[in-house]
């Protein structure tokens, strides 16, 4: 009988171990690919941001450059990218939640 019972527990408790792991494997790759993506836009969008700014700052006349040079701190280009990035965010956000509240109409 504790040679059942064991078999059992055993075939019970692996099978669920097996299902978890399979289900947090997806997630998590899914998730680690997510990351990946969004920080390869954050990279390209940075480059870009840094591109027009210099390429604007070339094209001004020096006095003007220097003048922006004199209020405009140095991690300025950062704080730009953030607050776009923060606002791509909600942005995908209220997308995401607009169609998860339209699906939630049609299935119910």
């Given at each position: 009988?504790?040679?059942?019972?064991?078999?059992?527990?055993?075939?019970?408790?692996?099978?669920?171990?097996?299902?978890?792991?399979?289900?947090?494997?997806?997630?998590?790759?899914?998730?680690?690919?997510?990351?990946?993506?969004?920080?390869?836009?954050?990279?390209?969008?940075?480059?870009?941001?840094?591109?027009?700014?210099?390429?604007?700052?070339?094209?001004?006349p020096p006095f003007l450059s220097e003048g922006f040079g004199l209020f405009?701190?140095?991690?300025?280009?950062?704080?730009?990218?953030?607050?776009?990035?923060?606002?791509?965010?909600?942005?995908?956000?209220?997308?995401?939640?607009?169609?998860?509240?339209?699906?939630m109409r049609i299935f119910s």
């Open positions: 009988m504790p040679l059942f019972l064991t078999s059992l527990f055993t075939s019970f408790f692996g099978g669920l171990m097996e299902f978890f792991t399979r289900f947090l494997t997806r997630k998590l790759a899914l998730g680690v690919t997510f990351l990946a993506i969004m920080a390869a836009m954050i990279a390209v969008f940075m480059a870009a941001l840094s591109a027009a700014i210099s390429t604007i700052s070339y094209a001004m405009m701190p140095s991690n300025s280009l950062l704080c730009i990218t953030a607050i776009y990035s923060a606002q791509v965010a909600r942005f995908i956000y209220d997308t995401n939640k607009d169609i998860v509240a339209g699906q």
